[in-house]
């Protein structure tokens, strides 16, 4: 296969940005600026918030645009760092705390990704949001979700990523939780936020581990420092690297993980969109992309695990996705499944392979979900179960949704192809054979189940209540933008015509070369698009057909893997009677316990303490103590007074008795001692 | 040298003004008997004088300052006399106790 790839040129030019790359910062700030303004005024605003959040990411958009074409003519590779604090001195060198920004090939992608669909996304939500309750907070909850997923991507050094982390948990747990008055909505976003919780534990240590090994957060020192093969990293790498790349596996749900995403589905459908495609599942993905060169070198041997991690997401969750009758969960799962070729890619090797598809992902993952939105906006009902038909009543939508459903199939020439066939011959590269045909039988599966929710979606006959009708401009113009985007967005990385996207992404300063591919790698293409085919020819003859009912036309129920999907593998079950039960009962019982009889003791026992020494204060020290001091001297000086007064009798004769008396007693003591 | 005689007489004239301050009850014999103690002090100023012969004359000059406080104080003393006369129709010195506690 050697023969269909060439080597990457070892040196990489780049420059430094001059004044854009060194105002980046700009970028990450905006969106913040936008959350103020959206918390303090937007009530008082016509779209009640919303033009501060578009206004913030069309500038921002604007602004990535232009460090992309910077980046595309010269290629810049610039950090800046401001540093915020520093701890001891661990082996001479203090540890230093940095916030600041990083612009290279791989940020300015991710800046545009982020930046892209979150700008339409945001106008989309304005319809789709509107007379809905809470708009300005939904407004002020977006604009923080994409700024954390800037600051994330952004990141300089390891901290500032834990951050941006951190922000972009929050923000998706507010956002699923935007109809928290129901309980099941609540929970779901309970749920997303302890699997990442419980998944950012692997990151910060993993974080840890390496800033304390190398003496610096800094990704580019660390990487530096795997790439000099540092000893004192050696024996941590592999460790490390895992665990940095578990922190991964919570934010871009990989098995066994995933099982948050489908759940997050509570939310409004522009959040999920948002964080299907640009701000956070993609997270985890740039993760391990940006320390692609650490597990290139000395954390070689985590790279297995990433691998087979994401082969078995790809293949174990897209089968899931037949059996969902929740529009929104079959898009859920279809996510999980293609970040699972994501990460496989990165395992492969497949660095630009990876992130292309995470490229090209965002845009037609975007577009289904907002189409997805569109016709739930219309229908009143997640399920499929209720829809049916629509193809007659929603033309833009229906178009759309259909070009979005061909690129995630990996039809030719739709931006899904180029990314999965990059990514299945970089399986084949990687000599990788059995997940190359893992990959092409999701590949199959992923045509199959997409085009049976189009199928289910558009055609046969209408069978939910009321009357559907299009959406309002402001949602299917965004819809129109993202399917330019799916279809387009392939067409950077064409192997034998243009590879722009590899040389995009492969500029930072430090980086190893990476095969790229010469040409189309036939073995991988082949099977792919043949997948795809028979994928989207199965779908048409199975669900197709016109019925009466949605039951009758969704009946395939394989008997032993229809319940086993059906339940998702019990791993729902298996998480809660396996550890949340055991867990919420005994713990919550025992934190009850320790609550009454341990703190409340502590604070009742407080409380006693402080009573009895304020009474002794009050009767020993104040009463008794100052106050008795201070009657004291004033009854001596009542006493005093009231014996001495009697000395003025008012008798003049008395007075100048005594006066002669002393005057008298005055003389004689003069002549006496003198 | 006659300087003793002198002294004798002013100490007299002291003691017995000292007595009649301290003994007589009535208000303007109480004021005489003060006049008597100053006009003692007066000749013992006078007669040091006469026998140290200072050259600004300075026994004398005090005798005079004396004998003018002694007139205003004689005047302020019988006015207030008078006026507790004609509030009290009384002149004993121990019915004047109004100034006391």
Redesign the interface.
């Known amino acids: 296969m050697s023969l269909l790839f060439s080597v990457a040129p070892d040196e990489i030019h780049f420059t430094d940005g001059g004044l854009l790359a060194q105002n980046a910062g700009v970028l990450l700030v905006l969106p913040f600026l936008a959350f103020l303004l959206i918390i303090f005024f937007g009530r008082r605003m016509k779209y009640l918030g919303a033009e501060f959040a578009i206004g913030a990411m069309a500038l921002g958009w604007v602004y990535a645009v232009a460090l992309l074409v910077l980046n595309i003519t010269r290629g810049v590779a610039r950090e800046v760092h401001f540093e915020i604090g520093r701890i001891g001195a661990l082996g001479g060198e203090p540890l230093v705390f940095e916030l600041g920004w990083v612009v290279d090939g791989l940020s300015t992608m991710m800046f545009v990704v982020v930046t892209t669909i979150s700008l339409l996304v945001f106008i989309y939500a304005v319809g789709y949001m509107r007379g809905d309750v809470r708009v300005t907070w939904f407004f002020a909850a977006l604009s923080l979700f994409a700024g954390s997923m800037l600051v994330l991507v952004g990141a300089p050094n390891l901290v500032q990523l834990i951050i941006g982390w951190e922000g972009v948990g929050l923000a998706s747990y507010l956002l699923i939780g935007h109809y928290w008055e129901k309980k099941e909505n609540s929970s779901a976003a309970m749920k997303a936020f302890y699997v990442n919780k419980v998944a950012d534990i692997g990151l910060i240590l993993g974080a840890v581990i390496l800033g304390i090994t190398v003496g610096t957060f800094r990704i580019t020192e660390v990487l530096a420092a795997a790439e000099a093969g540092l000893a004192a990293l050696g024996p941590v790498a592999v460790a490390a690297g895992l665990l940095v790349f578990f922190g991964a596996m919570g934010k871009s749900a990989q098995f066994p993980l995933h099982v948050w995403l489908p759940d997050a589905m509570a939310g409004p459908t522009p959040v999920s969109a948002l964080m299907h495609a640009a701000t956070m599942v993609t997270a985890g993905v740039y993760l391990v992309a940006r320390m692609f060169p650490f597990y290139e070198t000395l954390a070689a041997d985590a790279r297995g695990w990433i691998l087979w991690i994401g082969a078995a997401t790809l293949f174990i969750t897209g089968l899931i996705a037949l059996v969902q009758d929740d529009i929104k969960r079959v898009l859920a799962y279809s996510t999980v499944s293609q970040l699972g070729y994501m990460v496989a890619a990165l395992g492969a090797g497949g660095y630009a392979a990876g992130l292309f598809h995470l490229w090209t992902h965002a845009f037609f993952k975007a577009l289904l979900f907002l189409g997805a939105g569109s016709v739930i906006h219309a229908v009143h009902s997640n399920n499929m179960s209720d829809m049916g038909g629509l193809r007659q009543h929603m033309p833009v939508t229906y178009r759309t949704f259909v070009v979005g459903s061909l690129a995630l199939a990996g039809i030719p020439p739709l931006a899904g192809f180029f990314s999965k066939d990059e990514i299945l011959a970089s399986f084949n590269h990687a000599g990788a054979t059995t997940v190359l045909w893992l990959g092409v039988a999701a590949a199959f599966v992923t045509a199959f189940y997409t085009f049976r929710m189009v199928f289910l979606t558009f055609h046969g006959n209408y069978l939910g209540h009321g009357h559907p009708h299009e959406s309002p401009r402001v949602m299917t113009g965004p819809l129109v933008a993202l399917a330019v985007g799916a279809v387009a967005a392939g067409w950077v990385n064409i192997p034998g015509i243009y590879t722009g996207f590899h040389h995009w992404v492969e500029v930072r300063e430090v980086f190893r070369p990476e095969a790229a591919p010469a040409s189309f790698d036939l073995l991988a293409l082949i099977p792919g698009v043949v997948a795809g085919v028979l994928g989207i020819v199965l779908a048409y003859l199975v669900f197709n057909p016109e019925r009466p009912l949605q039951a009758q036309r969704d009946r395939l129920e394989i008997p032993l893997l229809y319940p086993l999907l059906r339940r998702k593998y019990f791993l729902d079950d298996l998480y809660w009677h396996g550890i949340v039960a055991p867990i919420k009962g005994p713990l919550a019982r025992g934190v009850d316990w320790i609550n009454t009889y341990v703190i409340d003791g502590i604070v009742n026992g407080a409380a006693g303490l402080s009573l009895a020494l304020s009474r002794f204060v009050y009767r020993g020290l104040d009463q008794a103590g100052i106050d008795g001091l201070i009657g004291g001297i004033s009854a001596a000086a009542d006493a005093t007074g009231s014996s001495l ?2 000395m ?6 008395q007075y ?2 005594g006066f ?1 008396v002393g005057a008298l007693v005055l003389v004689l003591g003069i002549v006496v001692f003198r | 040298m006659l300087l003793n005689q002198f002294l004798i007489l002013a100490a007299f004239l002291f003691s017995l003004g ?1 007595y009649g ?2 003994v007589r009850r009535n208000v303007v014999l ?1 004021l005489l008997a003060v006049e008597l103690m100053l006009n003692a002090v007066n000749i013992n100023l006078i007669a040091f004088e006469s026998v140290l012969r200072s050259s600004e004359a300075v026994g004398q000059v005090f005798s005079i300052f004396v004998i003018t406080v002694a007139a205003a104080e004689v005047g302020i003393g019988l006015a207030i006399v008078l006026m507790i006369f004609r509030n009290r129709a009384s002149a004993n ?2 019915e ?6």
């Not at chain 1, 003025?648 to 004769?653: A, C, F, K």
């Not at chain 2, 004047?96 to 506690?101: A, G, I, T």
């Open positions: 007064r009697r003025q009798s008012g008798r003049v004769q100048a008795t002669v | 000292v301050l301290l109480v010195v121990d004047f106790s109004l100034m006391r506690w």
